[in-house]
């Protein structure tokens, strides 16, 4: 047996490996439920298992296409092969996804809420009663000729007035 045959029947089993396991995953994948502990770590496993395939085919399609010779063949063994690869690839990204999407709920769930203390102790916000002056700026109305007037009056008003800190400005 040729050394192009040898590899190219352990494809076959590759490939024939990652069909199954290709339809495993689109199985679970439809009944998919984020909630159950075991269907995460099966798409974990999945994954695992779909990284290896991929590994192992490339490797597999990489010594194939050294030993081929006419140039018709290497062609169609490439889009055969692209083939497996991209169908793999998109398995591969819509695993991630939804591991992805479970560890973003999850940091939703698990993250106290901004306005909760995370010791679930009452925190008591001292009432703020400042009464503060009015200030009596004039309106700007735009005429040119009075906005020096204008700006002057509210930089001192607001701008440079010490009494007001970065907050009330």
């Given amino acids: 047996m040729e050394a192009i045959e040898k590899f190219k029947s352990k494809r076959k089993v590759v490939r024939t490996a990652s069909t199954k396991l290709v339809n495993q995953i689109t199985l679970l994948l439809e009944s998919y439920d984020i909630k159950k502990e075991k269907d995460r770590k099966k798409l974990s496993e999945y994954l695992l298992n779909v990284e290896d395939k991929l590994k192992e085919l490339k490797t597999l ?7 081929i010779t006419d140039k ?5 063994d490439i889009e055969s092969s692209f083939e497996y690869e991209e169908k793999l690839n998109d398995l591969k990204f819509q695993i991630k996804s939804k591991i992805d999407n479970f560890k973003i709920e999850q940091q939703h769930v698990t993250a106290p809420p901004v306005n909760i203390p995370a010791n679930n102790a009452e ?14 700026i004039p309106t700007f109305s735009g005429d040119a000729s009075t906005f ?6 509210f930089s001192n008003a607001i701008d440079s007035n010490e009494s007001l ?4 400005v």
Avoid: G, H
């Fill in 61 to 67: 399609n990489k010594e194939i296409e050294e030993l």
């Fill in 72 to 76: 018709a063949v290497f062609e169609a």
């Fill in 148 to 153: 020096l007037e204008f700006i002057n009056s």
């Fill in 165 to 168: 800190n970065n907050v009330e």
């Fill in 123 to 136: 925190t008591k916000r001292p009432a703020t009663s400042i009464s503060l002056p009015k200030l009596r």
